[in-house]
Nanobody, 118 residues
Framework: VQLQASGGGDVQAGGSLRLSCAASGITFDNYAMLWFRQAPRQQREWVATITPGGVTIYANSVKGRFTISRNSASNTHSLQMNSLIPEDTAVYYC?????????????WGQGTLVTVSS
């Protein structure tokens, strides 16, 4: 199983970035796909989930600014991040969780760094 995250980078506050995660080795449609992030000196936190049926759930800190999506044809899921703020600076991790995705994910990607400057 492999989850390959990409799309991180440096952006100014107010800007946008799109993260993508390509999954292989899993039956994609059986898994909820998730994004987490870990800011410097902080614990990893959950950001967003999209279930196999396309239901989306967001952390309050990103609701209205971030959009998670999935594409079964390419086994990828993405996180569109708009109106970025410095507090969004973190390493972002994609993950896959069997079923609805509650609980600890089954698989993790390697992380991609997002840096938002003021």
């Amino acid at each position: 199983v492999q989850l390959q995250a990409s799309g991180g980078g440096d952006v100014q506050a107010g800007g946008s970035l799109r993260l993508s995660c390509a999954a292989s080795g899993i039956t994609f449609d059986n898994y909820a796909m998730l994004w987490f992030r870990q800011a410097p000196r902080q614990q990893r936190e959950w950001v967003a989930t999209i279930t196999p049926g396309g239901v989306t759930i967001y952390a309050n800190s990103v609701k209205g600014r971030f959009t998670i999506s999935r594409n079964s044809a390419s086994n990828t899921h993405s996180l569109q991040m708009n109106s970025l703020i410095p507090e969004d600076t973190a390493v972002y991790y994609c993950a896959a969780g069997l079923g609805s995705g509650t609980g600890v994910p089954n698989y993790w990607g390697q992380g991609t760094l997002v840096t938002v400057s003021s």
